[in-house]
């Protein structure tokens, strides 16, 4: 008996007592994923909905993107979830099918004396900036021209970033990345980066409480974390020239003007050209082998997500996610029959 | 028939211990060389750690394990001196089991705890309170100014020496108070019937007497610091950058390698360098353990 099987031995005695007296319900099908942490809300609420309604049990872990790209390789899981996409030579590589699965955005949040929720106006070149270290004052006049009406004081700004790898801090600089060809040069993209400027605290907790408690801090989170923990976000200039504050519609337009033809559906929603589009928004990704060892939990797998993209996008909307356009999640279906057949 | 069975059940035991601690040494080499051959002996000393470009040097972990650690040593040391010389000199006798057995607690409490209470209650006092007022004070100082300048964040690499300093604080306090009762009363006496002062018995006679296992212990407490994990994490900044301010972020091995292991991949250049620096922590380890037995087999010579 290998590990896995003792495992999941061990994973159905404890489902037992839950089982049994729904009858019908014991022959179960169980899937394992494990992955990404951005994703985990949505994915655990959408397991416990799915379980109801499909009979499918799903055991997500999020471990992180990079740890569950390993499971999915080494086919410990039955899918792997990561933030970052996969190129499709990678793909190819380790035989994974790659599809999004729903979007979240990202938020600046700041903590100066004196400016509110959704006040302070920012552009991307001066995000960059100020992460690149190259401005270190709330009242820099390249700030106050962008802000007239507010009283901004002469502090020291405190960048803050995600100390732990994170597909949170992949979309952030992909962003800063985007609008500032010198963070593109010199820093790049990835989960984590060498940072020129500011301190590390980890996991988005640890961003928002460092934000929280030093003057003149900016950091960023995700949009859910953001709302839930009442912090004080900013609005930035997006593409177009117009300043966005972050909504459901700003995200939601920002998703509508994504291209999603690209292989492997790695769409890139940062700085979309759309009016009122947020500029940092990201979709957060599935692997799931093209040689499944097991077809039948393969067949669950997309079930379960067939299932989430037809019932799921109030729970996710619940969540401060943004369920994918439903061209889209066409397009993720005939990748699947294209993929294993009906 | 039972004393063969003994006998090599007790052998196994320490084979057990010795096998096992090799085969992690060999295991974390190995996993490592990746990373030694791609960068050589650079690996130790470069301070660069860039995961874009796939550049990886252990030269900022390196020093930040360094500093922090010894500045939590002597912010321990003296402390927990008193501490031991207060319970066994000083305290009335009513007090010194409560206050013994407070000082044993604080090595009970998970270090995880140690970090939350230094990222939301130590770090923003320090931030607030202490480091502005040292950075316009003795940070406008000529030549040692440059260890206290910089943004008053309270993480930082002096933070995270003080939440260690607390954390190693009772092993060492403990160690010198067990030795220091160990000393005969017929000595500290004979020296107080000469006239000598509490603190001239202290510093001759009870010192000199329990001056190998009091090193013992700063020892151990030093082997404690270089390896913490939890605690130090929430609290130095995590920048892998080196900062002239020991009010600056900074980065250990071990919050290092907590951090980014879970974003690496198998066969990637970046998961070689988490297990090299690995490697040279457990190097790190052992000379402290090394250095410590020398000073010890001295100090027995003379």
């Not at chain 2, 028939?1 to 010795?18: H, R, S, T, Y």
Request: charged share 15%; net charge neutral.
């Amino acid at each position: 008996m290998n590990r896995r099987t003792l495992l999941a031995a061990g994973a159905s005695l404890a489902a037992l007592p839950l089982i049994l007296p729904r009858g019908a319900a014991a022959q179960a099908a169980q899937i394992t994923g494990a992955g990404a942490t951005f994703p985990n809300p949505v994915y655990q609420k959408w397991a416990e909905a799915a379980r109801a309604a499909t009979g499918i049990q799903v055991n997500y872990q999020s471990v992180g993107s990079g740890a569950g790209i390993n499971q999915i390789r080494n086919r410990t899981v039955d899918f792997g979830a990561t933030d970052a996409p996969l190129k499709p030579e990678q793909l190819a590589e380790a035989n994974l099918l790659q599809f999004p699965t729903v979007m979240g955005s990202l938020v600046a949040i700041v903590n100066i004396p004196g400016i509110e929720n959704e006040q302070l106006r920012l552009t991307g070149e001066l995000l960059a900036d100020i992460y690149l270290g190259k401005i270190t004052r709330w009242n820099d006049p390249r700030i106050v021209d962008l802000n007239r009406g507010l009283t901004l004081p002469n502090l020291a700004i405190a960048p803050a970033y995600r100390a732990d790898g994170s597909g949170t801090t992949f979309v952030w600089v992909s962003y800063l990345a985007a609008v500032s060809p010198e963070w593109k040069e010199k820093v790049g993209v990835g989960t984590s980066v060498r940072f020129p400027a500011g301190t590390g605290a980890r996991g988005n907790e640890g961003v928002a409480g460092t934000v929280r408690q030093v003057r003149g801090a900016i950091g960023y989170v995700e949009n859910a974390y953001a709302i839930t923990n009442r912090l004080v976000t900013t609005q930035i200039r997006n593409k177009a020239g117009n300043f966005v504050k972050p909504s459901h519609e700003s995200f939601t337009a920002a998703a509508a003007a994504a291209d999603w033809s690209v292989p492997g559906f790695a769409a890139n929603i940062v700085d979309t050209p759309g009016p009122d589009a947020w500029p940092i928004v990201a979709p957060t990704f599935i692997l799931l082998p093209t040689n499944p060892t097991d077809p039948a939990r393969s067949a669950n797998v997309r079930r379960f997500f067939d299932w989430a993209f037809a019932n799921g996008d109030a729970l996710a909307k619940e969540l401060e996610y943004i369920p994918l356009p439903q061209a889209t999640k066409d397009a993720v279906r005939g990748a699947w029959r294209n993929q294993f057949g009906a | 028939m039972g004393d063969v069975i003994f006998e090599w059940a007790c052998k196994g035991a320490g084979l057990f211990v010795l096998v096992l601690l090799g085969a992690i040494i060999v295991e974390l080499f190995i996993a490592g060389l990746p990373a030694f051959r791609a960068f050589g002996l650079a690996f130790i000393t470069s301070a660069d750690w860039d995961p874009v470009q796939e550049v990886f040097g252990a030269g900022v972990s390196i020093y930040g394990t360094l500093v922090t650690s010894i500045l939590a040593i002597l912010l321990a040391v003296p402390l927990a001196f008193g501490v031991a010389f207060f319970l066994t000199e000083l305290a009335p006798p009513w007090m010194r089991r409560p206050v013994g057995t407070a000082v044993e607690l604080l090595a009970a409490v998970p270090s995880i705890i140690y970090g939350m209470w230094g990222f939301f209650i130590i770090a923003p006092a320090f931030g607030t309170y202490i480091q502005p007022t040292i950075i316009d004070t003795v940070g406008e100082l000529p030549v040692i100014g440059a260890l206290f300048q910089g943004p008053p964040f309270g993480t930082g690499l002096f933070t995270a020496a003080f939440i260690l300093a607390i954390m190693i604080l009772p092993f060492i306090a403990a160690t010198m108070r067990d030795v220091f009762e160990q000393v005969p009363p017929v000595y500290k006496e004979s020296a107080y019937g000469l006239g000598a002062t509490t603190w001239e018995v202290m510093k001759g006679v009870v010192l000199p007497y329990t001056r190998i296992s009091v090193v013992g212990g700063v020892m151990l407490g030093l082997g404690r610091a270089l390896g913490e994990t939890m605690a130090v994490t929430f609290v130095i900044g995590n920048a892998n950058r080196i900062s002239s301010s020991l009010f600056g972020p900074g980065n250990t091995i071990a919050s290092l390698v907590a951090l980014e292991f879970g974003e690496s991949e198998i066969g990637s250049l970046k998961l070689a360098s988490l297990l090299a620096l690995g490697f040279i922590l457990f190097v790190l380890s052992f000379i402290v353990l090394a250095i410590s037995r020398w000073l010890l087999r001295s100090r027995l010579k003379a």
